[in-house]
C-alpha cells in the first residue's frame, strides 16, 4: 500500500506532473493552501495523493456484511475435508519445494 506521509520535501523526487485548471480553481486551490501553511504545490500534491490512495484502499478492500462475514467465518471453520485433486495438489507443491 502507498505511504499517505510521505515527506513532500524529498529531495529524490524527478517526476512532474502538470494540469491545466481554471482561474477559479487555481484561486480556491491556493487559499486553501494559504490557509493549511502549505506552497499551492505541496497542497496540490499531497490532497492528490492523500485521495489516490483513498481511492485505491477501496479498490483494494473487501466490505461484507454481518450475514456475508458469518458465512464466510463458517465456511472456514467447517470446511470440507480436501478432496483428491487437493491432495494431489498439495502433494506435487509440497514435492516442488521439497518438504
Not at 487555481?26 to 483513498?54: I, M
Not at 466490505?63 to 478432496?83: D, Y
Amino acid at each position: 500500500m502507498l505511504d499517505t506521509h510521505t515527506d513532500l520535501s524529498d529531495a529524490s523526487r524527478g517526476a512532474r506532473l502538470e494540469a491545466r485548471v481554471s482561474t477559479t480553481q487555481k484561486a480556491l486551490l491556493q487559499r486553501a493552501a494559504q490557509l493549511s501553511g502549505r506552497t499551492l504545490t505541496e497542497f496540490v500534491v499531497a490532497s492528490a495523493q492523500e485521495a489516490a490512495t483513498k481511492v485505491i484502499a477501496a479498490h483494494e478492500t473487501i466490505t461484507l456484511t454481518r450475514a456475508q462475514q458469518t458465512a464466510f467465518v463458517q465456511a472456514l471453520l467447517k470446511a470440507p475435508a480436501p478432496g483428491p485433486r487437493l491432495r494431489k495438489a498439495a502433494k506435487a507443491y509440497k514435492a516442488e519445494l521439497g518438504l
